[in-house]
């Protein structure tokens, strides 16, 4: 569905941000990227969401190049970037301006009540707490109904409660109707309770170290026994990855 293949991004200056990438994500999963800062997951979305190029390899969606945006890729930011000159509902819309204004009008409609804010029609950014507005943020990417959906690290800047409703809520949102989802997150808990499939990287330069799938059920407990020692594994792999080289770091990609 979703391919990345012999991936390199340099960038003028030199810095080589990703080297020698190859993923492939299936149709409907949930896949999580973490690793520490530097490893290259915001160049890693940009890249599939076709806001940049790879220097050498290519990242395909259903079998052709993605070299610009395109309409089946939504992408969700760490800030809900909303337009303050813009009424909930006309953010939410913005995407969808190419189609009729009645078919306009039943999307947003829709998708606002899926989110939780179908009473907010009308009302302003300023009007919403942080949660609110990331709900919004959420409602703009689901309301072109992309077959994949992009999220960088869109709750980091919430408190733990907030945060932990909305990873639920995410979780219904895509039981829906099942996008693939690609996620970035320093939280390995946020990516234990949504992934079905963990990615950790290794940075300078960006590249797979381990790649895991727990055999945890959903939904998933914070505080089970299994999950929490998934949770102190990946954190160690993830301390390890984060660290500087002593010397020949390279690897092949683990399995688990």
Excluded at 96 to 104: D, G, K, T
Excluded at 205 to 224: F, N
Aim: with cysteine; glycine share 8%.
């Amino acid at each position: 569905m979703l391919g990345i293949s012999n991936v390199d991004k340099r960038y003028p200056n030199g810095l080589l941000a990703l080297s020698g990438l190859n993923l492939d994500v299936a149709e409907g999963e949930i896949l999580a990227i973490v690793g520490g800062s530097g490893c290259g997951k915001s160049t890693l979305l940009r890249l599939i969401s076709g806001l940049d190029t790879p220097t050498t390899g290519t990242v395909t969606l259903d079998g052709t190049p993605v070299k610009e945006p395109r309409p089946e890729i939504g992408m969700v930011f760490q800030e809900p970037r909303l337009m303050p000159w813009l009424t909930i509902d006309q953010n939410v819309a913005f995407g969808i301006r190419h189609l009729p204004a009645e078919e306009q009008k039943a999307r947003v409609s829709e998708t606002l009540a899926r989110v939780g804010l179908a009473s907010h029609v009308g009302h302003w950014p300023r009007e919403l707490s942080g949660g609110q507005a990331q709900r919004v943020a959420l409602a703009r990417a689901l309301v072109g109904r992309p077959k994949v959906l992009l999220l960088d690290e869109p709750f980091s800047a919430l408190d733990a409660l907030t945060r932990g409703d909305l990873q639920d809520h995410l979780l219904d949102l895509w039981a829906y109707d099942r996008p693939t989802m690609i996620l970035v997150t320093h939280d390995i808990e946020e990516a234990l309770v949504l992934a079905d499939r963990i990615v950790v990287m290794q940075p300078n330069p960006g590249r797979v170290r381990i790649e895991v799938t727990p055999p945890l059920a959903r939904p998933r407990d914070r505080l089970d026994a299994e999950f929490l020692q998934w949770k102190y594994k990946l954190l160690g792999d993830l301390d390890h990855a984060s660290r500087p080289p002593t010397g020949d770091e390279s690897f092949p990609a683990v399995a688990i």
